[in-house]
């Protein structure tokens, strides 16, 4: 294999590969042919795009091999970087509209570089050495590694090795000298199909029962035993209809799968936990801390919704109105919030013991927590000022060709000079983003991504100081002396 350096050799080096994927029952041969699967690889595919377009922002020097990598690839050395990685992820979201995919395997083998070293400084194991060996060899060629955390969890109110079914979170069923053989399933993984590799990881906090549950380890996607089963979305068929308009992202779309593994084997040197359970709960929140941040790739996606909230308001002839104009600058405020709580939290960020960087957990779960509720908020406003048609317009096939296709030319009109054609378009983007495929994206994957609404303010709560509060209180209202 070569290195991957560019838009076309990522999509050639994704081509032809044996992985078993079914999608509505259908085993598919060729994702990168399929209508569905493809505005997802594009979507990543858009990510060493940027890197050749604006280097400066998503490509970085490699610490192992001295030479250009994806800053997706990258281990985040000072606030700058991770700074930059949150730029990096609002333009992505900016220049596609939906999930680009990439962010999970970042912040994963981020996570993974400080735990590794901690693991291996009180076990004595050889972890954090055979995590970099791995990223070594990543940035050698310049991949895409998926993180595989998210178990399908059975009965929430136990633990693993509580469950009935002992398979509901991903689990060594065999050790061999030469390493160990999972079994278990992963679900709604985020561009596993369009990556090379995967970091399988716990989910959750282990307790010394569950030892069995503490792997970590990375699998190539083609590896035997693993089957993906292609995650439906809202409308996704329309990317196998005739016509164009239809699908109202021309371009784009995110991709979740439900992973099953099947015996899979992993070799020694590529597993980087290993019954160390007592680590699983710091690895996790490790993860979320980065990741929860990352999710300001939602304020690019939201630059598209309002750009497409003010056009269809200019199309439709109310640009003016003062009440609309307001209604804009409340998206723009409630979308900057979101970006100004993830950047802060990464230029708060502060070294870890192996040397790499990590954000600012308290500011990350308070910009996750704005995500999963000023999202739903923009989409409100969008198609507010969209108005009823974003719910009820007729097919593009009618539009563009069907027998009463004048009539709708005619009736769909909205300002003079513009054509009706560019505002059914808009329409159908606003459709596309709140209703339609991408609204997986930006609303659900909001809500859901990276941990739900809940966890978030079990962590704020958690990293809040009330006593400290409390003895400011104290202190200016005279129950306590002033020092
Ligand atoms: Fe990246 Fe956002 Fe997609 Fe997560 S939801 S992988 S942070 S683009
Ligand atoms: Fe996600």
Redesign the pocket.
């Known amino acids: 294999m070569n290195k991957i350096t560019d838009k076309n050799s990522y999509l050639d080096s994704i081509k032809n590969r044996n992985l078993k994927i079914y999608l509505m029952g259908e085993l598919i041969k060729e994702p990168l042919d399929h209508p569905i699967i493809r505005p997802s690889v594009e979507a990543m595919a858009e990510t060493y795009e940027l890197a050749v377009s604006e280097p400066e922002l998503a490509s970085a020097k490699s610490p192992y091999t001295g030479e250009s990598i994806n800053r997706f690839l990258h281990i985040a050395e000072s606030n700058e970087d991770l700074f930059l990685q949150n730029k990096m992820?609002r333009k992505?979201?900016q220049l596609t509209g939906?999930?680009?995919?990439?962010?999970?395997g970042m912040?994963a083998f981020n996570a993974l570089h400080s735990v590794t070293f901690e693991i291996d400084e009180k076990h004595n194991t050889e972890y954090h050495k055979n995590f970099i060996n791995f990223l070594t060899e990543m940035h050698k060629y310049n991949l895409v590694i998926g993180g595989a955390m998210t178990d399908v969890k059975g009965d929430r109110s136990k633990l693993p090795h509580e469950q009935e079914d002992e398979d509901v979170y991903l689990r060594i069923v065999k050790r061999t000298q030469d390493g160990v053989y999972v079994k278990g399933a992963k679900a709604h993984q985020?561009?596993c199909i369009n990556s090379h590799w995967m970091v399988v990881m716990p989910t959750l906090r282990l307790s010394d029962k569950d030892k069995d549950y503490a792997i970590v380890g990375a699998i190539p996607v083609d590896a035997e035993g693993i089957t993906y089963i292609y995650g439906r979305q809202s409308c996704d068929t329309r990317s196998m209809e005739p016509g164009e308009y239809d699908v109202g992202n021309k371009y784009f779309a995110?991709q979740e799968a439900m992973v099953i593994f099947d015996n899979v084997f992993i070799p020694n040197n590529y597993i980087f936990m290993n019954g160390e359970y007592e680590f699983a709960s710091m690895l996790v929140e490790r993860f979320t801390t980065y990741?929860r941040r990352?999710?300001?790739?939602?304020s690019g996606?939201g630059d598209v919704l309002i750009g497409a909230a003010a056009t269809i308001a200019e199309y439709n002839g109310v640009e003016e109105a003062s009440h609309i104009k307001d209604k804009l600058v409340e998206m723009n405020k409630l979308n900057e919030t979101i970006y100004a709580t993830g950047i802060a939290s990464s230029l708060q960020g502060s070294s870890t013991k192996s040397g790499n960087f990590i954000n600012d957990d308290l500011l990350a779960n308070v910009c996750k927590q704005h995500v999963t509720k000023e999202t739903y908020e923009i989409g409100r406003i969008a198609q507010d000022l969209a108005g009823g048609l974003v719910g009820s317009m007729p097919s593009g096939i009618d539009f563009n060709e069907g027998t009463m296709s004048e009539d709708l030319k005619k009736y769909l009109k909205g300002k003079k000079d513009i054509n009706s054609e560019d505002r059914v378009k808009i329409l159908r983007l606003i459709e596309n983003m709140t209703l339609g495929r991408n609204a997986v994206?930006y609303l659900t994957?909001?809500l859901h991504?990276?941990g739900s609404p809940q966890a978030q303010r079990v962590q704020i709560r958690r990293k809040v100081n009330i006593e400290e509060k409390k003895d400011f209180a104290k202190k200016l209202s005279g129950i306590i002396e002033r020092e």
């Open positions: 992820q992505l979201g939906t999930c680009f995919q990439r962010c999970v912040d985020t561009g995110g990741h990352s999710y300001v790739c939602k996606v994206a994957e909001s991504g990276a």
